[in-house]
């Protein structure tokens, strides 16, 4: 339903719903390192043609109002190297080949030390979230936290993809 209409209201309430798992994963992150945790939040972008179709970035539009519920900044991190096929129709093994170095990081000079928030919509097998997390890593995030709406039953054969990044659910 978020990915067809554009009703702000609605993304306001899904967001309100969301903060406080968030806020209990950037509390856990704080009692572990000792010390409070800079965080900005940022989401999955859409291709191009997705938006020209449905009319909006539905993450992009959770992330802002995510971000504003739990009174952080809201940055576009990620920006898609490739359009990739949509990962519906593909298998576990072509959604990973589809999604590797799928992202490239904007303002990475920004990300040193600071916990990022992914933001998507849904997730199906977790290659689009980890190819995101692992780009933010590698650009010099210490931890990154994802936020989904809704998970498909299909699961990834492994876990191998998380071993580097932090998930709270």
């Known amino acids: 339903y978020l990915k067809l209409k554009k009703d702000k209201l609605l993304f306001r309430l899904v967001a309100s719903l969301v903060a406080p798992s968030v806020e209990r994963g950037l509390c856990a992150l704080s009692a572990v390192s000792s010390t409070p945790v800079s965080a900005v939040v940022t989401f999955i972008p859409r291709s191009r043609a997705k938006v020209r179709t449905l009319g909006n970035d539905q993450a992009k539009m959770l992330a802002k109002y995510l971000a504003r519920e739990l009174s952080l900044p ?12 949509a990962q519906k129709e593909l298998s576990l093994f072509e959604r990973e080949e589809n999604t590797a170095s799928m992202f490239r990081i904007r303002g990475a000079k920004h990300l040193s030390g600071k916990t990022v928030i992914i933001v998507d919509d849904l997730v199906a097998s977790g290659n689009t979230l980890a190819q995101a997390g692992l780009a933010l890593k590698r650009a010099g995030a210490k931890n990154v936290l994802f936020s989904c709406i809704a998970a498909l039953e299909e699961k990834p054969k492994d876990d191998s993809f998380a071993q580097d990044i932090d998930i709270f659910g």
């Not at 990620?78 to 990739?84: E, T």
């Open 74 to 85: 809201c940055a576009r991190l990620l920006v898609r190297r490739k359009q990739g096929r």
